[in-house]
């Protein structure tokens, strides 16, 4: 049985809300294939995200007072390292995506992995002064060390399972870990709906943007009703488009206007289920129901154990 909703969340707040964002950039095409680093036109879709489509994101967040989570390869912060630090310095999180998105499919060894896993973690770190406590990663796959991994490197929280709708913690070998799996889905990825490229390997969509919006409009009055914790991904070089970014507002305007949603980073959202089943009672990091922390003031960051 599901417990009702009023136990799941905080007295007046009936679902939880992320917005995030994959900031992919370049790494989303080289990632693809080696070969793509020779080709001029295609990688500058990644370039549109750094140039365009993240100050577009950042704008309607700003305007809607929404906190977001970004998920940045290593790479990409080297490149536009002040980009990284205009989302941290306006109360986004940033969160670690691997190095040059790597598909995990693809690496070799637990040491490989390892070694991205650290590699990745330095950049941010230099680039932020502080380590990211979240984990997404690139195209949604584990290998069968990531948990163990995570949790050796001191994450709190993964974005990427898709077997529930509620946060939960990872367990290794039957026991519980303190790692907060708060869970996804390709529905509510703007890739799967927008992504185009002649490849290789080819992604060729040309959704409606009204139609996604209905769609994830749908979505999210099934999670309300229930109770969940709706969580939205995106690519600014994907939904930063201008029809896109329209309904990604729109969407935005649509659930604020139901009463009890918690708007939150997904750092906050894991640090009050953790704190929920220790105490029995979570507090929401970051304010009361459908606020957004101070914009430049990053808020409810979890003390590292």
Known sequence: MRKPAQTVWPKGIRAAVAITFDVDAETMWLARNPENANRPVLLSMGRYESQIAIPRILDILARNRVPGSFFVPGWVAERYPQIVRDLHHRG?????????????????????????????????????GRRPVGYRAPIWEFTPHTVEILVEQGFTYSSNMMDEELPYRHRIGGRETDLVELPVHWLLDDAAHFNYSFGPPPSCRMTDPDLVLSTWKREFNGYYQEGKCFVLTMHPQVIGRPSRAQILEELIRYIRKQPGVWFARLDQIADYWRAREETGCGIPAGGRAGTAPTQGTPTGRRKRR
């Open 92 to 128: 986004h999180e940033v969160g670690h995506h691997g190095y040059l998105h790597e598909w995990p499919i693809r690496i070799q060894s637990r040491e490989e992995e390892v070694e991205i896993f650290k590699k990745g973690t330095a950049v941010l770190q230099e680039v932020l």
